[in-house]
């Protein structure tokens, strides 16, 4: 129950993030979230997916397709919180350049097969991304992505040199190099 409760303050956190500061206006329309990303596939998608509270389906099922599993053609779920939580770091980033994805949803199969994934990964249920942002030192992505999971007092941030691994479990932080 307590964990519940934690994810619900956690989730809060977001949706007061993602609302933004400041006083809007009552007869404003609801804020747009965006995210752009490519994939290893060499797909892009750059949408709204989200408008206010209200996720927009069609921009979901597109992202989905993306973070497929890429060697089997597989997609999974995809948490709309990992899509908060990417385009927030798009956002902190200026939407300059898009997030390239290295591995989303991974199948079991999949995951079993690569010589440093963890046996429990959270990419096998959709809740996690490993992710570059051309042009920009991974440093200063882990960075942010540290920041958000303090900030929020959850996600796990995972630094591999040359990408950036960030999932919507426990809070959690790490550095490994991969050859």
Known sequence: MARLVGRRAALAAV???????????ADAPPRERWLWVQNGAG??????????????????ARLQHLFRDLRVQAPGPIPPLLIDMLSLLQERFGYM????LISGYRTPQTNAMLPHAAPNSLHMRGWAADIIVPG????????????????FG???????????HIDIGPKASWARSIS
């Open 15 to 25: 949706g007061a993030a993602l609302a933004g500061t400041g006083t809007a206006r």
């Open 43 to 60: 797909e892009e998608v750059a949408t709204a997916y989200r408008s206010g509270q209200d996720y927009n389906l069609a921009a979901l």
């Open 97 to 100: 350049r898009p997030i390239r």
């Open 136 to 151: 920009l030192s991974q440093a200063d992505v882990c960075t942010q992505a540290m920041t958000f999971s303090n900030m």
């Open 154 to 164: 959850f996600m796990g941030v995972g630094w591999y040199g040359s990408f950036t």
